[in-house]
């Protein structure tokens, strides 16, 4: 498929401004433009090409491989893309020609001085005619906006790019890619349709985030709650409703601190202030006090006042907030391309795609609220409720113990070293007095030795396994990691090293999940140790603008994330939930890359 090259180039490539500076706090359009020659045209980007045939086409692909502290660049904007025949395949290949302008929006962080902020962009497509295609091309371009006093005016650069994006059917589209483990799709959002299943997505996502070990330790609590009041069908719905509207709440109000806030552009990004996730563990403790009893001793006033009944309409509402809050470390599967797409688009959409998130969320409640007769089968009197309860309340105890040890990690946390991870055996330690509280209890409580040999059995497991998990999240295991900064990727790059870029945080469970069955798996170990790849960890506890800077730079804003690139620079992957055998085989790939830009 390659032909020859010639003097004269298929395509030209340049950079647009749409405008000659910014303010802080404001957007700017970056458009990085392709003009095709008559008679040739290239493939379509990633989201929008799909195999001809035996023939796997060369995406053209757009990267931000750099830019300075106070810029967040958006994912770039394709337009859409057009079927294409060609002689050397049966089937039409989806391309681009003439000229193809591909955005980025261009976020300036409020409070940034005035001057020059660069940004370095990778620009690689592949150029063909009906016959042949040419080798693909891979360029690397450098711009710079100015950013000046809020003052001084700033003047809309009218070229022909922006002036044909203004006209109708000319509005470049912004797929929304979703990648779980092997099943990839993409949806555009130029639809009715489209808008209308991102939103079903989100809403699925949100429903998911009740499964995660972060909203667990609280749903039993809230059954129990709305066992009580089964009996009085209005009581319980009004209860159940309550805790919906909490978690509604509570999402809108996230999406409204994205659209409002310059710089909060992400759920878990409240996690990045160390004072939030150590008031929320606290506030857990509290809680957790209140159902182990203690609040019969004397305590102030104002204890009483943020530990609401929850067989109040208060409290239902304030513990909706709270699971609320607690799945903002954890991305439940599909949630996390949904709302990164939400959080880049105007007002009204972030809060309708950030409510069906809390919908989703809401959803068990609401039903089962609705539906008292199921809830009333469960047992919320006696010992057994208490039991539940108690072993419950320490479960959140664990939880309040993680969420102030990972605000205390990122407080002390440095960029370029990992952060302390001791909390982690006092996190054990209160699930591993659940176990044992639940096998003393049971004991107690039934003489029926199959009951009692169950239940000590499980409270063994609980021990044997909080201990483990402990042990396994502050051992570094057998990679030899390397910490992220700028200067360190930068040489390995420059040695043609392949690099495998691993995004996590200390308050995030599904990076610590990943990681420890993904890429702590041995054989992962031995194919970087065979590939001679370097495993680099990107890791945004704490304060950390550079390797924050690198995540919006590959055009993500949510993590877990996992970037491996090529002996060249190239990007050979990049996820958000993977196996063993995806990353196995990106390493293999980025093994063959061959050396140079």
Known sequence: MAGPDS???????????????????????????????????????????????????????????AADDGLRIEAPRFPKAHAADVDFTRETIMSFSGRVPILLPVHVDGGVPPGQYRIQIKVAFQACDAQTCRFPQRLRLDTSIRVVAAEKPVHPLHTDVFKALKQPGHTPDQPVRFDLFKWHFAVSTASGYGWLFI?????????????????????????????????????????????????????????ALIVTITGFTAISQLFNYPMFGILVGLLIAVM????????????PAFVYRINPSQE??????????????LSTPCTAPFMGAAA???????????????????????????????????AGKIPHSGPVSQVVKQVMALFM????????????????????????????????????????WL???????TSRN???????????????????????????????????????????????????????????????????????????????????????????????????????AVGKLTIPLLVIYDRSGKEVFKADFYSVDQVLHALRLAAQGAPGP
């Open 199 to 255: 939103l079903l997505v989100a809403a699925l996502g949100g429903l998911l985030l009740n499964f995660t070990p972060c909203v667990l330790p609280l749903i039993p609590i809230k059954i129990i709650s709305l066992s009580q009041a089964a009996a009085n069908r209005r009581r319980c719905f009004a209860l159940g409703l309550c805790m919906s509207l909490g978690i509604v709440f509570f999402w809108i109000v996230l999406g």
């Open 397 to 436: 105890l664990a939880a309040a113990a993680y969420f102030v040890g990972t605000g205390t990690s990122a407080l002390l946390a440095a960029p370029g070293r990992a952060p302390g991870r001791g909390y982690w055996w006092v996190v054990a330690g209160f699930c591993a007095a659940a176990g044992i």
């Open 288 to 299: 957790a006090a209140g159902m182990c009893g203690w609040f019969s001793l004397p305590l």
């Open 312 to 325: 109040s309409l208060r409290g239902s509402f304030a513990l909706g907030i709270l699971a609320a809050v």
């Open 340 to 374: 990164a797409w939400g959080a880049s688009q105007q007002g009204a959409t972030t809060l309708i795609v950030f409510a069906a998130i809390g919908g989703g969320m809401a959803l068990p409640y609401a039903v089962l609220s609705a539906m008292p007769g199921l």
């Open 450 to 552: 199959i009951l009692r040999l169950g239940f000590g059995v499980l409270g063994l497991l609980l021990v044997l396994v909080s201990l483990y998990t402990a042990r396994r999240f502050i051992a570094t295991g057998t990679i030899n990691w390397i910490y992220y900064t700028p200067r360190r990727l930068e040489k390995l790059l420059t040695r043609h090293q392949p690099v495998l870029l691993d995004f996590t945080a200390e308050w995030c469970l599904n990076c610590k999940a990943l990681e420890q069955s993904v890429l702590h798996d041995a054989r992962v170990a031995a194919a970087l140790a065979r590939y001679g790849v370097a495993a680099m960890k990107v890791d945004i506890t704490g304060e950390n603008p550079a390797g924050r800077a690198k995540l919006n």
């Open 7 to 65: 003097d004269e180039r298929p395509v030209t490539v340049t950079l647009n401004w749409s405008a000659d500076a910014a303010h802080a706090g404001s957007r700017v359009l970056l458009a990085v433009v392709l003009d095709i020659r008559p008679g040739f045209h290239i493939n379509a980007d990633r989201d929008q090409l799909g195999p001809a045939g035996d023939i796997r086409p060369f995406p053209t692909q757009v990267v931000v491989s």
């Open 439 to 445: 096998a003393i209890r049971s004991w107690q409580l």
